[in-house]
Nanobody, 123 residues
Framework: QVQLVESGGGSVQAGGSLRLSCAASERPFNSYSMGWFRQAPGKEREFVAAINSSGTGTRTGSSVKGRFTISRDNAENTAYLQMDNLKPEDTAVYYC????????????????WGRGTQVSVSS
């Protein structure tokens, strides 16, 4: 059982930046692709970004491309989401997830989920 704990959320003004972290309890962490998703009130969970197990390949959702960057540090069992030029529409609960598949987009292909961290962006 992999436990994932997100941190780094908070409130920021539009144009600001935040860096989310996702700490994993399981070794070897580097056997999983890691993904970030978000869910705003009344909306479905949305794919944000994913990274393969070695950190050499990534996928990014169209709504955040060019502003958000996913990365990972396998030595620290941690994945990151750097969020720049934040917009009010980025306000959501952000979740990290782990998958045995290769950089999946679908929530159903992720095996483990964190509890989420709130990101609020004001205009």
């Amino acid at each position: 059982q992999v436990q994932l704990v997100e941190s780094g959320g908070g409130s920021v003004q539009a144009g600001g930046s935040l860096r989310l972290s996702c700490a994993a309890s399981e070794r070897p962490f580097n056997s999983y692709s890691m993904g970030w998703f978000r869910q705003a009130p009344g909306k479905e969970r949305e794919f944000v970004a994913a990274i393969n197990s070695s950190g050499t390949g990534t996928r990014t959702g169209s709504s955040v491309k060019g502003r958000f960057t996913i990365s990972r540090d396998n030595a620290e069992n941690t994945a990151y989401l750097q969020m720049d030029n934040l917009k009010p529409e980025d306000t959501a609960v952000y979740y990290c997830a782990a998958s045995r598949h290769l950089i999946p987009l679908a929530t159903t292909l992720y095996d483990y989920w964190g509890r989420g961290t709130q990101v609020s962006v004001s205009s």
